[in-house]
């Protein structure tokens, strides 16, 4: 079994990863996100996320693009891999591939994508992209993916679908590495879609259980299509010298949750998930608490002090997790805490139960 990765969430939406009204030191200028990222990887993060928004679904009214602030950071940064999102139907895949290409080579060999079938029907239909239903989207999203790869591997590439077609389509340079692909999602169309095309599968923050019981499904999806897929996770990291500072700072973040961002991206994700045939969307078991980390990281139980939050991210190893994602509140010090205090625990306790045997 590899040793753990880690990726933080890149803020490059104002207001941090908390749809909360308690001042956090948190920006998400291109000089913030600068400075979060050289933290990131001088203390050990291996990867960064940055998130794709266009409309202020949470309250978030300020966006930096992913990839073009992706290439920007991958300039001013020397190991740290990028994973730009991207949603489908805003993008052409053919035109995608040739700018993660252009990623890869100015990071030489850093370049990766999440990509992201969506849920906010305004940030398609106000572009003049026509909406379509909830499996549709990640019928989709498996094309977009198919067009990415052959892409990234043919030369000219072609590819023939229901929503894009390439033909004798050139690409050079090609990415100087195998561009890892990642994807999230909770319905079944999701997990049918990452066992097929994905190399990771994103999950929302969840209980061990809930953890377990995806990454389950997903590997025997995928063991049927004869493939291995890697399992990632979000959480939302708050680490402090003791578990009663890390659990009061939780409640800060909750009693000051933004009601009306909430109660607006409650209401959005709740049509998302009545559109998918089970009538289970990535938030159906959220309660209005979990959402004000809008990937349910509060859920992960990444609080507490540096032990607590390191023995909760090896359990998250023993069930099948292969990368951990952290969102954080103040960015600066919290990256870098993180990085300091609780990466190499992980590592400690990894190399511990490796000589034990846990771990192969």
């Known amino acids: ?38 933290i990131a990887e001088e203390v050990g993060f291996d990867y960064g996320l940055l998130q794709t928004r266009f409309f202020a679904s949470y309250g978030a009214d300020k966006q930096l693009e992913a990839i073009t602030l992706a290439t920007a950071l991958g300039a001013v940064t ?122 990771f599968y994103f999950m929302n923050g969840n209980t061990l259980e809930g953890f377990e019981k995806q990454i389950n499904i997903v590997k025997e999806l995928a063991e049927k299509e004869g493939r291995e897929v890697k399992f990632a996770v979000n959480g939302f990291a708050i680490v402090r010298d003791t578990e009663e500072e890390a659990v009061q700072l939780l409640r800060d973040i909750i009693s000051h949750k933004d009601d009306d961002a909430v109660e607006g ?30 990937n349910d990281g509060f859920k992960t139980g990444l609080i507490g002090t540096p032990e607590q939050v390191a023995d909760r991210i090896i359990e998250l190893k023993k069930i099948g997790v292969d990368l951990v994602l952290t969102g954080h509140f103040h960015y600066e010090e919290d990256l870098r805490r993180f990085g300091e205090e609780v990466i190499p625990l992980v590592k400690q306790k990894e190399k511990e139960l490796k000589e034990a045997g846990v771990f192969s």
């Open 78 to 199: 020397k190991n740290l891999k990028l994973i730009a999102a991207v949603l489908p139907g805003l993008w052409h895949p053919a035109v995608y591939a040739k700018m993660l290409s252009t990623l890869d080579h100015v990071t030489n060999g850093r370049a990766a994508v999440n990509v992201v079938s969506g849920w906010l029907k305004d940030e398609f239909t106000a572009y003049g992209e026509k909406w379509i239903d909830h499996d549709k989207r990640y019928k989709r999203s498996e094309e977009f993916i198919r067009v990415l790869r052959a892409m990234f591997t043919e030369e000219p590439a072609n590819f023939s679908g229901d929503y894009y077609s390439i033909q004798d389509a050139p690409m050079k340079p090609k990415p100087e590495t195998n561009i890892p692909i990642f994807q999230g999602g909770n319905s079944q169309a999701a997990k049918e879609m990452a066992s097929r095309v994905s190399d």
């Open 265 to 294: 991206f409650r209401q959005a994700v709740k049509e998302a998930g009545q559109s998918t045939k089970q009538k289970e969307g990535m938030w159906a078991n959220s309660t209005k608490e979990d959402l004000v980390q809008y």
């Open 1 to 38: 079994m590899s040793d753990l990765l880690f990726a933080y969430w890149v803020p490059n939406v104002s207001g941090g990863l908390v749809v909360s009204k308690l001042p956090q030191k948190t920006d998400w200028s291109f000089e913030a996100n600068k400075r979060y990222a050289q």
